[in-house]
């Protein structure tokens, strides 16, 4: 039996499935394409940027994936967070000279 939150949300949640489902009762009833117009999404020029550069980037190394898989099976598996920070840094680093334009 689905909760229902439509006096909040106008959604109803089927706990058998965890997902919502919008009651046609309280869905917007407004058709005008002019309103659908209104609604837009812009990301920022770093938002733009990361996006492009992780285009490029392979999205699975599964090389990688199996080494520390294995590792992690055989309780070796170490975290340099050293690495990690200076890793993170390098990238903030790049980010913030790409928003600048100062390549």
Do not use: C, F, W
Not at 19 to 28: E, G, I, L, Q, W
Not at 54 to 69: D, G
């Amino acid at each position: 039996m689905p909760i229902d939150l439509r006096p909040i949300t106008g959604k109803a949640i089927d706990p058998a499935t965890d997902k919502s489902t919008v009651s046609r009762k309280y869905a917007p009833q407004n058709t005008d394409n002019r309103s659908r117009e209104l609604d837009s999404v812009a990301l920022t020029d770093t938002a733009a940027q990361l996006k492009q550069a992780m285009a490029s980037v392979a999205v699975i190394n599964t090389a990688l994936i199996e080494r520390v898989a294995g590792q992690l099976e055989a309780g070796t598996y170490e975290i340099d967070a050293e690495h990690i920070a200076e890793k993170m840094i390098e990238m903030e680093r790049r980010l913030s000279v790409e928003e600048r334009g100062d390549e």
